[in-house]
């Protein structure tokens, strides 16, 4: 059984930066794949950020491209979410999630489906 644990959450104000931390126990790390979610208010969860196992790469959804980068620590077990030029918009309970031996897909909408273990989330308030 996986445990996910996620930090770093809290309020900044619009354009600052906060970077988002998950800490992994109980499985091998390196084989998981490790996504970001977000619940925004008034909308349904939805796929942030992923990364790959092995050396595949990392993929974001549009709204967040060129703003935020997933990076993984397998030496540490964890993985990171540093999010630049926050936005209002970005408000909402980011969570971490991990999907054992998995290829991100292209696709973001498969991402919430695919993923095997949930931290329980953190909240990020970006407001004035």
């Known amino acids: 059984q996986v445990q996910l644990v996620e930090s770093g959450g809290g309020l900044v104000q619009p354009g600052e930066s906060l970077t988002l931390s998950c800490a992994a126990s109980g499985g091998t790390f390196e084989w998981f794949a490790i996504g970001w979610f977000r619940r925004v208010p008034g909308k349904d969860r939805e796929g942030v950020s992923c990364i790959s196992i092995g050396e595949r790469g990392t993929l974001h959804a549009d709204s967040v491209k060129g703003r935020f980068t997933i990076s993984r620590d397998n030496g540490k077990n964890s993985a990171a979410l540093q999010m630049n030029n926050l936005k209002p918009e970005d408000t909402g309970i980011y969570y971490c999630?991990?999907?054992?031996?998995?290829?991100?897909?292209?696709?973001?909408?498969?991402?919430?489906?695919?993923?095997?273990?949930w931290g329980k989330g953190t909240l990020v308030d970006v407001s004035s």
């Open positions: 999630a991990a999907a054992e031996y998995y290829y991100c897909s292209d696709n973001v909408s498969n991402w919430e489906d695919d993923m095997d273990y």
